[in-house]
């Protein structure tokens, strides 16, 4: 039997053996064992696997970083492009709405003219009728009156007009030139703004994706060498979509609009007409002859009142009686010559009423305005002439007093026999020298066209922006190993590895902002006065660019055309009759568009 010392120090000794008194009097038994390093195998057997799982983890962080900074390359680019696209649509309406200013300023002048002519004509016409009763005993001194009032009008119409055609040429023609300068500019603005556009593009993947080399686009839009595998770029689609994109917007989401010599087609004809009819609503009061007498209208009246007054009632007439004077200036189309003419009409009529009140016993006093018959006066008339310009008679028919709202001319031609006078006065009557050359070439967009992008997703509006990385690049950076322990992309045979691949989308729109008022419930300081919306159009400069996003159909497109990759899993291929072999048919048809590209 051992000892208690003994049992200590044998190993076989247990807990279990040893009286429960001397454990609960605190007795210590020592357990530490000789035996280490259990740990350290199973450290090297899970060493391996942590390195690998580090490895993977960086290369997997390494690609979504490296996934972000493509994609905010492409969302740069195409929101950049758009935008610059936006600014020279806005540059076109600055321009468009000049050109129009400046065609209703030549408006003004053509008026002026046909104002002082329509001066001379009056005077013409009072010393007609006061060399007729200068021939009569009884009326002789009114003849002489008349004469002498006719040759004051005489002579403030030609003074008048010498003075104007002093400026008329030179100031009609600078103005005819500058518009030929708005024209140009907006055209070479739009179409500078491609190469703008493509530059941006390769500028935005330079600054959003690191390691981009800086070259000038123009180098970097063909296929980089074998030796150059860095960077980001467009890839083949997106080259596509860019090329298709200036296609549509040099000529598809806006049209130029120009008269040609030989002649143009409906739609040129019909876009210089929009543009007459929106110079015709942009005319100011003196070019439009408002009938509410504040502006182009005049009157010279004078008036004599007569009376009875009885116990019972009271009557009172006034005779009025004077010269009343309407007109204005419109630019109209003369289709034999394929030209727009400018011109001014005022024509004068003597206006005689007879004003009656009466007023009984009790009650209210009651009016009654007669108007007596018209008597035509005379007519003034100017045209601004260009090289094959020229209206004639045949071209004031009567019936232009039945068109346009406000009505033509200022309701000058309501005045039949003047309105001939005026006719036949502006044969003759033109600005000389020839200083007007016709309405200017100018850019819009058809109201009657739908928004791109329907059909090819890339067409204007629209910008699409299809970015590509080669995996070697991104593979490269970080750590190396002698095994192959590079991650996979999204798909990889056997001798081709697909790039990380970005799409973006971006539109051009217009918008009016309505909501920028300086308190409310006021109107925004943008808002047209009608409170109304307008459609896309080149005269208002509220062009703006955003962010879109993509379609299903882009996304399919972009993934088929760009990585090669159909959108469609072979378990959902397999429960459609045919989708599987459709599937592997479109594949290799992708493929090789691929290649191709």
Known sequence: ??????????????????????????????????????????????????????????????????????????????????????????????????????EVAIGQMVGLLSWADELVSIGETFEVLGDFLDGTLVLA??????NTVGAGFITAGETMTKGLLVVAP???????????????????????????VTNAIFKSLEDNDPGTPGDFFLKRLWPWPASDDKGARLSPIGLVALAGHIVSYINGFSTRYALKDAGGSKENLAGMGRLAATIREGRDPFSRGDADGKDRSWTLKGSATAGMNYRIFRLTGTFTYGIESVGGSEIRYKKDKNTFIWSGVDTASWEDSIDLAYKGPVGRTHHKKIRLPSLPLAGGAYQANGAKQSLNLVDMPQALAQYGSPPAYGRAAEKKISWSDAGIRITENKIPNNPYANLRGYRDVDPGKKDGGIILPFSSPFFLVGAIRPMKDIEGQGPQFAAPLDLPSAQIDDSKLYPLGAFAKAEVYHCRPHDLGYFPPQKSYFQRKDGKFEKDNLFSPFWQARLVKTTNFDRFIGLALQQEIIWLSDEDAEKVPGMEKLKDWAGKLIKKLGDLL
């Open 1 to 102: 039997m051992l000892t208690l010392h003994e049992k200590r120090r044998d190993p076989k000794c247990h807990l279990s053996s040893l009286p429960l008194s001397w454990l609960r009097c605190g007795f210590r038994v020592n357990l530490r064992r000789d035996q280490s390093g259990q740990a350290t195998v199973f450290v090297l057997a899970f060493l391996g696997v942590i390195l690998l799982s580090a490895v993977f983890l960086f290369k997997s962080g390494q690609l979504t970083t490296e996934k972000m900074q493509l994609q905010n390359g492409a969302d740069s680019a195409a929101y950049t492009a758009s935008m610059l696209e936006a600014r020279a649509m806005n540059f076109t309406a600055y321009t468009n709405r000049a050109m129009v200013a400046n």
């Open 141 to 146: 001194e009114a003849g002489a009156a008349l």
């Open 170 to 196: 030179l100031y009609t023609r600078a103005i005819s030139m500058l518009n030929m300068i708005y024209s140009v500019s907006q055209e070479f603005y739009h179409l500078t703004t491609i190469v703008l």
